[in-house]
């Protein structure tokens, strides 16, 4: 039975949101699945990836062909990395402990990726706040200064107008 790592389609029209599946490669793409392996949704910044490594791994290293974009997630999240260690393990080349070594590295540095791509989102959404604000009092007071002219000429007016009068 071919198996296929592959992403199905849930969420509403305009939102959606996927399960990461392993499923018979016949099956229809929301149809049966043999095992849920996680959740991608694309529709936050940066997308939230909900997976389970050891799971995707096994399938993996069972013959599991995973879809194009499944396999961007799957290398995005480190489980083609680690098929890839427990295939040096295998031959001996890495001990067990060397190859969560660097993995747990891999790890870390993809972390702190994230952190900086999120960091940076939320500065510039900071940046885009204030400029705004700035715009909008600009705006504020330059409404303000053109009323106030208006009122103090009034006031000249009518003191013109009374002092004619006496």
Do not use: C
């Not at 849920?36 to 993996?60: H, S």
């Not at 060397?98 to 989102?121: C, I, M, P, S, T």
């Not at 204030?130 to 303000?144: G, H, M, Q, T």
Request: charged share 35%; no cysteine; hydrophobic share 40%.
């Amino acid at each position: 039975m071919p198996v296929k790592i592959r992403l199905q389609r849930h969420g509403k029209k305009g939102k959606p949101f996927y399960w990461i599946v392993a499923a018979d490669s016949r099956a229809k793409r929301d149809g049966k699945y043999l095992e849920k392996l996680g959740a991608y949704n694309p529709n936050t910044n940066p997308a939230t990836i909900d997976l389970d490594v050891d799971g995707a791994v096994k399938w993996l290293e069972n013959g599991a062909q995973p879809t194009d974009t499944a396999k961007a997630i799957l290398s995005y999240k480190g489980a083609l990395l680690k098929k890839h260690l427990a295939g040096g393990v295998k031959k001996g080349a890495l001990t067990e402990e060397q190859a969560e070594a660097k993995f747990n590295a891999w790890l870390e540095e993809k972390a702190a990726k994230v952190q900086a791509k999120a960091d940076g989102l939320s500065k510039a959404d900071a940046d885009a706040k204030a400029k705004a604000l700035e715009a909008e009092k600009a705006v504020n007071e330059a409404r303000i200064a053109a009323n106030a002219p208006v009122v103090e000429e009034e006031v000249a007016e009518e003191e013109t107008a009374s002092n004619e009068e006496e």
